[in-house]
């Protein structure tokens, strides 16, 4: 059974720092490069930040870019998403998805990070 499930968001200030993770299993974690997205009320998802099947390629969106850090643990099936100088616009529901050529991709069920004052 495939489960990607995320943790680590929650309440944090303007400025502040949250870092999520994404516990990947019942599939070849290392063989699917990785996304996290997020969906802000209202909006459309969108991707933030993506990492290749060894970790030596990132991208980002240029609203998180030198603020975000995506990497991976092959050897612990997990994906995270360092989140520094964190911005209200950053609130939504951040999810983790795991994808590859030919097959479907698999997404977690969220995690919500709420940044305010």
């Known amino acids: 059974q495939v489960q990607l499930v995320e943790s680590g968001g929650g309440l944090v200030q303007p400025g502040g720092s949250l870092r999520l993770s994404c516990a990947a299993s019942g599939f070849t974690f290392s063989s699917y490069g990785l996304n996290w997205y997020r969906q802000a009320p209202g909006k459309e998802r969108e991707l933030v930040a993506r990492?290749?099947?060894?970790?030596?390629?990132?991208n980002y969106a240029d609203s998180v870019k030198g603020r975000f850090t995506i990497s991976r643990d092959n050897a612990k099936n997990t994906v995270y998403l360092q989140m520094n100088s964190l911005k209200p616009e950053d609130t939504a529901v951040y999810y983790c998805?795991?994808?590859?050529?030919?097959?479907?991709?698999?997404w977690g069920q969220g995690t919500q990070v709420t940044v305010s004052s």
């Open positions: 998805n795991a994808y590859r050529s030919f097959s479907p991709p698999y």
């Open positions: 990492i290749s099947v060894t970790g030596s390629s990132t």
